[in-house]
Structures are given as C-alpha cells and as structure tokens.
T-cell receptor, first 113, second 113 residues
Framework: QQQVKQSPQSLIVQKGGISIINCAYE??????FPWYQQFPGKGPALLIA?????SEKKEGRFTISFNKSAKQFSLHIMDSQPGDSATYFC????????????FGTGTRLLVSP | DVKVTQSSRYLVKRTGEKVFLECVQD?????MFWYRQDPGLGLRLIYF???????EKGDIPEGYSVSREKKERFSLILESASTNQTSMYLC????????????FGSGTRLTVV
C-alpha cells in the first residue's frame, strides 16, 4: 500500500525525442507527487510536482501527467537533450501534516547525441 | 539557496567500527531525513526527525541510530558497521506541511571493509 512502482528501470532516448517514465501507486491517500532528478555524484533535486486536483502540469520541457482513477502518473521530457541524462525518481506522500515521501526505485535515462 | 551539507563525500571504515555521518542544513527546516541509496532499490528511509530530539524509524532502521540535538544537525550512527551497510547515504531536509519538497545533500559514499 505504501509502495510506488516505477518503470522502466532504464531508458535510452535519441536527442530530440520524448522520454516517458511511469509510476503507479495503490494508496489513495497519497496527494502530493513530486519528481526528482539526480546527476552522478549529486543528491536528488526536486524537478516538478503535482497535486491530484489537476491532470497535468508543465514546466518548460517537463510535464507530469496524472490519472487519478488509474492511480498512475508519468513524467514526459520533450525534446530530450544529452544534459537530461540522469536518474529520475518519482515519489508520493500523504496529507497527514507530516510529509514523508515514498520513492520509486528510479529510472536511469540516457539521451544519446 | 537551501543547503544541506554532508560532512564527508567518501568514507572507508572497518567492520565493527562505530561510524558517524553528519548532516547540517541552513534553512531552519523542521524535518530531516536519512536515506540510503542502492542500485535497483531506490531510496530507502532509515530514520527521520520532525523536531529537535524527536526521531522516528523509517523502513530500514536496523543497525542504525540517529541523533538530533540541534535543529540544523542530524547525525546517523552505525553502531557496528557491517559490509552490508556499504552504500550511498543521503541526508535531506524539508519544511513542515504538504507540498514542500525535500532538499538533499550530495551524499556520503560509505564503504565498509
């Protein structure tokens, strides 16, 4: 119930293509869904986040799509660039007053030039 | 910019040693967290703290303890290091409330030999 399942484990995309990473959850009490980006040798950094009252959020080339009925959310990276090569983690937390994030297992993205 | 600073980037310790990992944040955040990151397993929560001297077990607390004597500092202690504790350790902090992301440190790569 507390898990967030992330796929794929790794992804190779051509420069200029669209990268898509998917996450699924079971706990309907989750109501905050962030994505984190991690470069080698660095800690994860918050990339973009969504609440379940909207179905999509876009920030530049990064878009979160959220499907509440299917309990799924995904990250789309448009016009993928080699600089986007990193590990991406989805996460979720409940509105309990204390925010404790549950993380997916991560997706290693490689954008080939 | 919020900064979370972990005292060491790389550590090599011997089996059975007591190991201290230190983390300091400079943004007066209430919440602090310790995660370990292993390939294929994502980020797993070891311990977290929502106030000075308060601590809660995460998903994998066995073999670890923590200390939070001051708001800005959260220490992870390996009571008797073992080889299966070789990992990347990440500290994070956040404000209380929903919708606040975590700020992570750059991590400490611990090798136990």
């Amino acid at each position: 119930q507390q898990q967030v399942k992330q796929s794929p484990q790794s992804l190779i995309v051509q420069k200029g293509g669209i990268s898509i990473i998917n996450c699924a959850y079971e706990n309907t009490a989750f109501d905050y869904f962030p994505w984190y980006q991690q470069f080698p040798g660095k800690g994860p950094a918050l990339l973009i986040a969504i609440r379940p009252d909207v179905s999509e959020k876009k920030e530049g080339r990064f878009t979160i799509s959220f499907n509440k009925s299917a309990k799924q959310f995904s990250l789309h990276i448009m016009d993928s660039q080699p600089g986007d090569s990193a590990t991406y983690f989805c996460a979720a937390s409940m509105n309990t007053g204390f925010q404790k994030l549950v993380f997916g297992t991560g997706t290693r993205l490689l954008v080939s030039p | 910019d919020v900064k979370v600073t972990q005292s060491s980037r790389y550590l090599v310790k011997r089996t059975g040693e007591k190991v201290f990992l230190e983390c300091v944040q400079d943004m007066d955040h209430e919440n602090m967290f310790w995660y370990r990151q292993d390939p294929g397993l994502g980020l797993r929560l070891i311990y977290f703290s929502y106030d000075v001297k308060m601590k809660e077990k995460g998903d994998i607390p066995e073999g670890y303890s923590v200390s939070r004597e001051k708001k800005e500092r959260f220490s992870l202690i390996l009571e008797s290091a073992s080889t299966n504790q070789t990992s990347m350790y990440l500290c994070a902090s956040s404000q209380s409330g929903v919708g606040y992301g975590y700020t992570f440190g750059s991590g400490t790569r611990l090798t136990v030999v």
